[in-house]
């Protein structure tokens, strides 16, 4: 049965994750869970490049390209030279961009603490666990 399968239990628990953090996000920065997922990237390994943000996002090119853009005309984040790559942009969090990823990560330790209230702390750390494992096989290319 369609239902039995993992993929299908993933994107119904993430699906409705999804709208709900975007919901929350789009209400109070007009930003949604892309490209506030960005901007903590950003902001959490300075000078980083498009092309690892991509990587660890798992965003392709052109929608990054957009969301850069997004965050760059709204001052969150600010472009520059690549110190070790003059060819390269590097990437970082401006203190406006800062701030709002830093408001959003407690918006969303609590969206998810409300979702998994439904777990003992002992199933979310094995769930965690799981998911990493999972994880980690795919980018492995297992």
């Known amino acids: 049965m369609y239902s039995d399968f993992l993929t299908f239990r993933l994107d ?3 699906a409705p994750l999804m709208e709900r953090a975007n919901a929350v996000y789009r209400e109070r920065w007009d930003l949604d869970v892309r490209a506030l997922r960005v901007l903590r990237i950003i902001r959490a390994e300075p000078g980083i490049t498009p092309k690892a943000v ?3 996002a798992l965003i392709e090119k052109t929608l990054l390209s957009k969301t850069l853009g997004e965050l760059e005309s709204r001052g ?4 520059g030279k690549h110190a070790a790559d003059r060819r390269s942009v590097a990437l970082r969090a401006t203190s406006e961009g800062s701030k709002v990823a830093s408001a959003a990560d407690k918006a969303g330790s609590k969206l998810e603490s409300e979702l998994a209230a439904v777990l003992t702390d002992q199933e979310r750390k094995t769930l965690d666990q799981l998911l990493a494992r999972l994880a980690q096989r795919l980018t492995d290319g297992v």
Do not use: H
């Not at 969150?76 to 472009?79: G, H, S, T, V, W």
């Open 12 to 14: 119904q628990t993430s």
């Open 54 to 56: 991509s990587q660890r």
């Open 76 to 79: 969150l984040i600010r472009r």
